[in-house]
């Protein structure tokens, strides 16, 4: 059972699992996690130096020992082909505990609530059940592998400085994973529609809400990098599972994996895909008339006018006008105007912006034409239709 390095990285890489392989001596006395954020880091290394002794029996007996933390975060660790070193697979999960749960364990070991320790806890890797027993049938190289007798399974049990958390602090990580769930949620439905303007006005959004970028904190790579792979792999499964008769999805997964993997953090992976889904929503459509929409899609906020289209296609404006109208059974103006009264209802919904502020921010910079626009798709006005959505 004992493996090399390239061994385990080659059965890594067959398995697309994410993570790196960290070598150890048996004469280390501590093994220190950097997760990205200190408390969870913190309460993931005493987790592991609490149980190190009975890690190093069980490798020495030629074992996986696989370790999991209150928090349901877990490594495994690989006995060695040299007697003297063992590896470790860095921590990932088999899946997202609930958010009760979640808060209850943190509480338990004295950790105070953060949006940090949230987004670390998300950008984990998350390694499913029947991935990981894949993983220990080719590290032991049997199909037929007894896991009772292959793995030792450390489970921790026994936390301390158990607390009550008080209801402020419920409500706050309530909030934090509620909005997290809630944000995944509806750029996943973005991204199955193809709707590349809402895509941009929901990170917008998301940035506006924490005052300032999103790279305020300093995450570091490594937590980027793991956010973007699952981000990756959700999309792909997103799509999938809603038409699997998507167009180039496999090549765009590649793409964008072995971009992640040379640490190029450039790629939009969301945006990507919104694109692919546009491609593929878009394809018995004129050339023309895709490149049009990609073009108002991309820039839904900003001032739009038929000449601005025409110019940037390289094309006659009646001409864009006619085929467009002909392809896509609607105007290009009424097409811009759907987009943005989607948008609109969104902000009215999801936000306190003031009735000229959504104008301003979906492209209408005359409220009033806004008002007129939206009352005409809508049957009622804006702010009618907010007080709509709080009578339900």
């Known amino acids: 059972m004992r493996s090399s390095l390239k061994k385990i990285e080659r059965i890594m890489d067959i398995l697309d699992l994410n993570g790196d392989v960290l070598s150890y001596k048996y004469t280390d006395e501590e093994i220190r996690f950097d997760l990205g954020e200190e ?39 690989i006995p060695s082909d040299n007697e003297d070193d063992f590896y470790l697979i860095t921590p990932f999960l088999e899946y997202l505990i609930p958010t009760k749960l979640f808060q209850e364990s943190l509480t338990k070991y004295g950790a105070s609530i953060s949006e940090l320790i949230c987004d670390i806890y998300f950008s984990l890797p998350i390694t499913p059940r029947k991935k990981f027993n894949y993983l220990v049938e080719l590290l032991v190289e049997d199909e037929n592998v007894d896991f009772l007798d292959a793995i030792v399974l450390i489970e921790d049990s026994s ?5 009550r958390t008080s209801s402020r602090k419920n409500t706050y990580l309530n909030s934090i994973l509620e909005s997290e769930v809630k944000f995944k949620h509806e750029i996943l439905q973005a991204v199955v529609e193809g709707n590349i303007s809402r895509v941009n006005m929901l990170f917008d959004l998301r940035r506006r809400n924490h005052g300032v970028e999103e790279c305020h904190i300093d995450q570091g790579v490594n937590v980027r990098r793991r956010k973007s792979y699952n981000m990756n792999d959700l999309l792909r499964y997103a799509l999938e599972q809603h038409n699997d008769d998507f167009l180039g999805i496999e090549e765009l997964w590649v793409k964008i994996k072995n971009k992640l993997d040379n640490y190029d953090l450039s790629e939009d992976v969301i945006r990507s895909y919104c694109l692919l ?3 593929n929503k878009y394809k018995d459509k004129q050339a023309v008339v895709r490149n049009c929409i990609a073009y108002i899609n991309d820039r839904i906020s900003e001032k739009i006018s038929l000449d601005n289209v ?7 404006k009646s001409y864009l006008s006619s085929i467009f109208n002909k392809d896509m059974g609607i105007s290009i103006v009424d097409y811009i105007h759907d987009k943005r009264i989607s948008n609109a209802c969104y902000l009215l919904a999801n936000t306190d912006f003031s009735i ?23 049957k009622m006005t804006p702010l009618k239709y907010r007080e709509s959505l709080s009578k339900r």
């Open 159 to 163: 936390v301390k400085n158990v607390r």
């Open 39 to 77: 408390q969870l880091s913190s309460i993931f290394s005493r987790f592991i130096k609490r149980n190190l002794p009975k890690i190093k029996e069980g490798l020495h007996a030629g074992k996986l020992v696989k370790c999991q933390s209150g928090l349901g975060i877990s490594c495994l660790f």
């Open 310 to 316: 025409s110019d940037y296609l390289g094309v006659n």
């Open 277 to 279: 889904v546009d491609r």
């Open 356 to 378: 000229s502020e959504v104008a301003d921010y979906i492209g209408y910079f005359d409220t009033s034409y806004f008002i007129r626009i939206f009352k005409t798709l809508v």
